[in-house]
């Protein structure tokens, strides 16, 4: 996608803001993401046709011209620069996991991204330190989240999670029976290929809700926030209309949705987790999704759903939560529905979410749990853990 500004002056000038520049406008509902690139360009006003001439001789018009002009220019300069201005900064990745990601949203949840919750979470289920780099930088790829190790890139969940086995040796799924690693893969595909309609009910159908959740500040931080909202709901309904789900209509695409996640409940039952008492990498996955219906979409059918009919799917993100994310804090009544959409917006979250930088979850456990879990791919979990 390429864009271009301009502004009128009667001098020949040129002026380059950037280039070359991403901009995150994929925040959730799929990792595949898209970058504007562009110049913003000043060009000399021609006078076709004696167009200045018939505008009068008075130096009025003159100056209203490049103080509008002026005024445009500075206006799509500041925004701009808020949308492309990247710090580059050299990172140091040498024996240390740089985990880029997109920026905590202001209702407490790590990340409005069901991707980028998935790897975080993966990396805390690991006990792997990482640095969180909120850079909105995307991979070479185009994708969020991505991470560098002993300066080498992987980038998309899937490989991270590859790149992670491979040079450092953990690996969740290795407690499995061949059985449940066909199930868990299984199950994991059709989380990430489908069940990302939740991104229908957070960037279209509940943009406005969703757009509150954006951290932004600075004088443009509203038309920033709308911008990005809606470039991101344009992109949603493109992958969608391209995936086929977007075809359907409102009630269908939210008829598939809850089929999901029924099938989710059905699956899960009364276990711990999805594989029973073993942790695998499936219960990321779940969680990345399933968060997203739990605390980013009061009062919608998705909330409903998980905290009513299918009350397990919402035990199991509020195990995951306790268990992994002890910086998250939510109310105890924000674990289920009570039908008041009014009084559950913001749901006694807190604004903000502590950002604990370099992680090592093994800081958090108590002595009986740190025990259970030093060496995640060489035990085999306990049920009685938590």
Not at 262 to 273: E, F, I, M, P, V
Not at 300 to 324: S, V
């Amino acid at each position: 996608m390429y864009w271009a500004a301009g502004f009128a002056s009667s001098r020949p000038c040129v002026v380059e803001l950037g280039r070359n520049h991403s901009l995150p406008i994929g925040l959730c509902g799929s990792e595949q993401q898209q970058s504007l690139y562009g110049y913003i360009i000043a060009f000399p006003l021609q006078d076709y046709g004696g167009i200045m001439s018939a505008l009068g001789s008075d130096s009025w018009w003159k100056k209203t011209l490049y103080i509008t002009g002026g005024a445009l220019l500075a206006a799509a300069a500041y925004l701009l620069h808020e949308l492309l201005a990247i710090k580059e900064q050299e990172l140091d990745s040498k024996d240390a996991i740089i985990l880029h990601q997109f920026s905590r949203p202001k209702n407490g949840v790590p990340s409005l991204s069901p991707f980028c919750l998935k790897i975080e979470t993966y990396l805390r289920m690991v006990d792997l330190p990482y640095q969180n780099y909120f850079d909105g930088k995307l991979s070479p790829q185009g994708k969020m989240p991505w991470m560098e190790y002993n300066h080498e890139q992987a980038s998309g969940s899937e490989f991270i999670v590859d790149f992670l086995e491979e040079k450092l040796g953990v690996n969740l799924n290795q407690n499995l029976t061949p059985q449940e690693r066909a199930v868990s893969r299984a199950v994991t595909k059709m989380v990430e290929e489908h069940l990302y309609t939740i991104a229908y009910c957070q960037w279209v159908d509940n943009l406005e809700e969703t757009q509150k959740l954006l951290a932004m500040s600075g004088p443009l931080s509203d038309t920033l926030k709308w911008l990005l909202s809606h470039l991101n709901g344009s992109m949603v309904r493109r992958e969608m209309y391209g995936h086929g789900i977007g075809r359907f209509s409102k009630e269908e695409v939210y008829t598939l949705m809850e089929k999901d996640m029924r099938t989710l409940a059905t699956l899960l039952g009364d276990k711990k987790y999805f594989m029973g008492s073993k942790m695998s990498t499936l219960d990321a996955t779940v969680f990345g999704h399933l968060a997203q219906a739990m605390w980013t979409l009061p009062g919608t059918r998705p909330e409903q759903l998980i905290k009513g009919e299918l009350i397990n799917l919402a035990m199991f993100c509020e195990r995951m939560r306790r268990r992994f994310w002890p910086e998250w804090f939510v109310e105890v009544d924000d674990l289920y529905y009570d039908g008041d959409s009014e009084s559950s917006v913001g749901g006694g979250s807190p604004t903000g979410m502590l950002d604990l930088g370099l992680f090592s979850r093994t800081d958090t456990l108590d002595d009986s749990d740190a025990s259970s879990h030093s060496a995640v791919h060489t035990h085999t979990h306990s049920p009685d853990s938590d």
